[in-house]
């Protein structure tokens, strides 16, 4: 169950995640393994969990409770960001996903953003998803639906990233330690501990402003993996972004 928080507001977005995985499902850290897009790559079959376009627009894909791992005859989930990534703003993204059949892949959520807007989609393996936007403020997504508090994870995290500082480019506030947060029941932990073959295995932090954007990455845990920038130019000429950002080693907080 992999988690998005996303902040929004006054012309800028800010979204952290985690990404829980089998720890033997290979993957490549986030570069240009697209035209015109930079995201993680899942070696197994070739999709993302997490991509940004030339444009600033970000998708993320997530699974829903009990739909782990490929199913026969679906499509694999990871191409979704690609698929929405063609767009030019969040809208056109979420619009392009809307207009799929969910039924082609085991069901799924979707966090698409730009610094102007950000949307939630829902694919439940039938009809299409709709795309709905997403308040100012924080949103939660996990498995579950935006700030849903029958999430454990959401109802015991929620409440600490609504109290902590808005982050923006450059300045992240609390928002580092708060991702690397193990603690808890198993079900709560929003930084997961390796468990039966499960866990945690990387980290983002990404800033979208209307002046530029910033990928922070860690290639494992956030509590023992540190932050660095990602080149957002990468593939991208004639279409640069301005990426901002120092490397940050996040320590192993204490809650």
């Given at each position: 169950m992999c988690t998005v928080i996303l902040w929004r507001g006054e012309g800028r977005c800010c979204l952290a995640a985690n990404r829980d995985e089998r720890l033997d499902?290979?993957?490549?850290?986030?570069?240009?393994?697209?035209?015109?897009?930079?995201?993680?790559?899942?070696?197994?079959?070739?999709?993302?969990?997490?991509?940004?376009?030339?444009?600033?627009?970000?998708?993320?894909?997530?699974?829903?409770?009990?739909?782990?791992?490929?199913?026969?005859?679906?499509?694999?989930?990871g191409e979704l960001p690609i698929l929405a990534l063609g767009a030019l703003t969040a809208a056109d993204a979420a619009a392009r996903i809307a207009a799929l059949p969910a039924a082609e892949w085991r069901p799924f959520h979707m966090v698409i953003a730009d610094a102007r807007e950000a949307f939630f989609l829902c694919g439940?393996?039938?009809?299409?998803?709709?795309?709905?936007?997403?308040?100012?403020?924080?949103?939660?997504?996990?498995?579950?639906?935006?700030?849903?508090?029958?999430?454990?994870?959401?109802?015991?995290?929620?409440?600490?990233?609504?109290?902590?500082?808005?982050?923006?480019?450059g300045d992240w506030g609390a928002w580092p330690i708060l991702l690397a947060d193990s603690e808890g029941a198993a079900a709560e932990a929003l930084n997961?501990?390796?468990?039966?073959?499960?866990?945690?295995?990387?980290?983002?932090?990404?800033?979208?402003?209307?002046?530029?954007?910033?990928?922070?990455?860690?290639?494992?845990?956030?509590?023992?993996?540190?932050?660095?920038?990602?080149p957002l130019d990468q593939g991208h000429a004639g279409q640069p972004c301005v990426a901002r950002g120092v490397e940050a080693a996040i320590p192993r907080p204490s809650f």
């Open positions: 499902r290979a993957w490549d850290p986030p570069g240009p393994f697209w035209p015109g897009i930079i995201g993680g790559r899942d070696r197994s079959a070739g999709g993302t969990w997490l991509a940004m376009n030339r444009h600033g627009v970000v998708a993320s894909v997530l699974n829903r409770p009990g739909t782990l791992g490929p199913a026969a005859g679906k499509r694999s989930r439940l393996g039938m009809g299409t998803a709709e795309a709905i936007p997403l308040p100012e403020g924080v949103s939660m997504v996990t498995a579950h639906p935006p700030n849903d508090r029958a999430s454990p994870r959401t109802a015991r995290h929620l409440p600490r990233f609504r109290a902590a500082a808005p982050p923006r480019l997961v501990p390796p468990l039966g073959g499960f866990g945690t295995v990387c980290a983002s932090l990404v800033a979208l402003e209307r002046d530029g954007q910033e990928w922070l990455f860690a290639p494992g845990p956030p509590d023992r993996a540190a932050f660095a920038p990602v």
